[in-house]
């Protein structure tokens, strides 16, 4: 393969994160719907009584995730993506800009970290720890970058509709030192544009979605995710035009549709995943969801993983 100059690689990579047109080369590295079950990610953080599942509404979007976190634990969360069925490597050689996108809903305006590009390793093995981090507060999405030391600077914040479906689109060139840049859009609009920044950590990051709060373990929280995916370009995330609006309910003030079930399937066993985690242990659990009069009304739950987080996380 021909060698790129540092120049070149650099142009292709700036192409890539929307910074020239083109996105001749695009493509999608990662389907992550929830139609092909958790195993899309490479690990799932969410310890009992906490539970992610799988539901289907029946509003047209399908299987989605259900991120749920209960009082007595700080997190629900899936860590990392499977290619092929192996955990993808995610590299900071030139030229490398990641897209990923989702629509997301969660339960209360203050459902706390939405999403992480973690820092691998343990705490005393990396600079940053999460050196791209959102947070829905306040009824706001807050987006962060976090410098090496854990120097936290706000780059964006645009107002949250909760119990409404919000598109995301995010882009992360993944540098070490000052090359790095990301983008953030929330429902199509830009919402933070950051560069000169380290995106790259020093063993290197992965993505994290889900709800987590470390100060707010007596809290439930609830984030549901559909479409999950990523590419090498933004058009590669991007909203086809049979998905409907991702803030159809907003703009309604109606909750979404959904038809009550009270069974589920047993979950199976929960596979042992790729060399840098320990095998999690499945379970079966049911998942409700308050309608907009406060009332229970459940989804139609099928199969929910739990696993141990590792320590330092």
């Not at 829905?136 to 107002?159: C, F, N």
């Not at 290197?204 to 990523?230: C, D, H, M, Q």
């Not at 379970?283 to 696993?307: F, H, I, K, N, Q």
Request: with cysteine.
């Amino acid at each position: 393969m021909r060698k790129r100059s540092p120049a070149t690689a650099a142009a292709v990579a700036a192409m890539m994160l929307g910074l020239t047109p083109g996105d001749a080369h695009a493509s999608v590295i990662w389907d992550g719907d929830a139609s092909h079950g958790t195993g899309v990610f490479a690990d799932v953080l969410c310890a009992s009584p906490s539970s992610l599942t799988v539901t289907d509404w029946n509003d047209g979007r399908g299987d989605i995730f259900a991120f749920n976190k209960q009082p007595g634990s700080n997190r629900c969360e899936g860590h990392g993506v499977r290619v092929g069925g192996f955990e993808y490597r995610f590299t900071a050689d030139e030229p490398n800009a990641y897209w990923f996108g989702w629509e997301s809903m969660t339960k209360t305006g203050n459902a706390q970290t939405v999403f992480q590009w973690k820092s691998n390793g343990t705490n005393d093995q990396n600079e940053q720890n999460y050196p791209v981090i959102m947070k829905v507060e306040d009824s706001r999405l807050k987006v962060w970058y976090v410098a090496p030391g854990e120097q936290w600077t706000a780059i964006g914040s645009v107002p949250w509709a909760p119990e409404a479906w919000h598109k995301i689109e995010l882009g992360i060139y993944a540098r070490p030192g000052t090359a790095g840049r990301v983008q953030v859009f929330l429902d199509g609009a830009k919402v933070a544009d950051r560069s000169g920044i380290q995106t790259w950590d020093t063993l290197g990051n992965k993505p994290r979605w889900g709800t987590y709060g470390s100060a707010f373990t007596e809290v439930e929280s609830t984030n549901w995710i559909n479409g999950l995916r990523f590419g090498t370009t933004g058009s590669d995330v991007q909203r086809r035009a049979d998905q409907g609006s991702p803030v159809r309910e907003a703009a309604s003030g109606r909750s979404p549709s959904i038809r009550t079930s009270p069974e589920m399937s047993p979950a199976p066993p929960l596979l042992a995943f790729s060399r840098s985690f320990n095998a999690a242990r499945g379970t079966a659990e049911g998942l409700s969801r308050p309608g907009a009069d406060g009332s229970g009304v459940g989804g139609t739950a099928r199969t929910t993983w739990m696993g141990e987080a590792p320590p330092g996380s």
